[in-house]
């Protein structure tokens, strides 16, 4: 977190018969190649570069709003979009004053902005915002119970709004907080702990998986990648001291896939990462990639929005940035083959020459994604990209416009609005 402070201040597999094949038991699983790409929506979204911004998925769009750039300027403007691609302002300047690393969070069909800090004059926040459209915005609170503070994390949880930790900093004095609040409402907040398991920090990250509250990383005194869960955020527990991934403050954390990820941030000795971690468990983490398509940073925003992740602006020592990426996880996963489990995936003739067909169910209206990667987990082709109504479809594949090989056919299905609830990878073999 220290370097927050001063990034403010300065800103297995073999050749069988000339075929690739994996090496894998398909009798247990399909132990199949999970590599993760990542692809550029935009080199420069319509919102000026920014760090410390917040994002929240509201109303079936992405939002962006507030943050910082590398010349001390606060921002209060809110934009969203569909597709990450084209953005819409909703208003140049919010009902909250210009703040950088507040914390959002989707609830009640409402966007909620909490706390966060500003230079003009030195002050950390504890006043909370909402809006139902993104222009309007109401003061739920000025002066919440938990004391002025950024760099915290904000999570929904058992039908509740929480704040876990964070910073309140000036020219003479750091806190490290780590307490832990509730409300209902955003207007009265309980205080569960005023010291929860872990030490005070901020820059780290919570997500709320498997029916418990996670807290990951962040820096105080020192840094951390230690992992900690609650399910009542009074009782603590942690599950490693030293993740796989490097100590970090300031990255991303979601979920997605039914699965924890963890992504980029930086350390105390200005190394910016662009890594990505994932885990089951929050014990055992398996990198992903260890280098993404976009740059080394920090401060950046992420959202789960059309079966995809998401890297949204974000900065190093020298720069901040307005570009927009997302990934749709891994490209080829780990998928059981116990007996009687009920398919959504169901391809014709195969391994097939000529014409097969790909018939597979949707079981609930929602973005829907059907694609073909190869051997290296390389997507080579889009069948269907969008919103899906439920029932039942069926594609045609020739052989012609596939190399000989092996492929595997990976079905996405989410609800609006709605991480993803279905996901499924089937072997194809084409021959000639």
Known sequence: MRKVIGFMRKVISKKIVGITVLICNFFISSCIFAGMNWTQATGSAGWAKRGGHGSVVFD????????????????????????????????????????????????????????????????????????????????????????GRYGHTSVVFDNKMWVLGGVYFNDTLEVYYNDVWCSPDGVSWTQVTASAGWVGRGGH???????????????????????????????????????????????????????????????????????????????????????????????????????????????????????????TGLGIEEKSNIKNQKSNIKIGQNPFIGITTICYDVPKEGNVSLKIYDITGKCVKTLVDGNVSSGNYKETIDSKDYGEGVYFVKLITGGINLPTVGRETKKMVVIK
């Open 60 to 147: 079936s769009k992405m939002w962006v709003f507030g943050g910082m750039n590398t010349s001390f300027y606060f921002y209060n403007d809110v934009w969203y979009s569909t597709d990450g691609i084209s953005w819409t302002q909703a208003t140049a300047s919010a009902g909250w004053v210009k703040r950088y690393l507040s914390t959002s969070v989707a609830f009640n069909d409402k966007i909620w902005v909490f706390g966060g800090m500003n230079f003009s004059p030195m002050v950390s926040y504890n006043d909370a915002w909402y809006s139902t459209d993104g222009v309007s915005w109401t003061q739920a609170t000025a002066s919440a119970g938990w004391s």
């Open 205 to 327: 990250k919570s997500v709320v998986y498997d029916g418990k509250m996670w807290v990951f990383g962040g820096g105080g005194t020192t840094e951390y990648n230690d992992v900690w869960y609650s399910t009542d955020g009074v009782n603590w527990t942690q599950a490693t001291a030293s993740a796989g991934w490097a100590e970090r403050d300031c990255f991303a954390a979601t979920v997605f896939d039914n699965k924890m990820w963890v992504f980029g941030g930086e350390n105390y000795s200005d190394d910016f990462y662009n890594d990505v971690w994932y885990s089951t468990n929050g014990v055992n983490w398996t990198q992903a990639t260890a280098s993404a398509g976009w740059t080394g940073r920090t401060v950046f925003a992420t959202a789960v929005f059309g079966n995809k992740m998401w890297a949204i602006g974000g900065g190093d020592s020298t720069d901040v940035y307005n570009d927009v990426w997302y990934s």
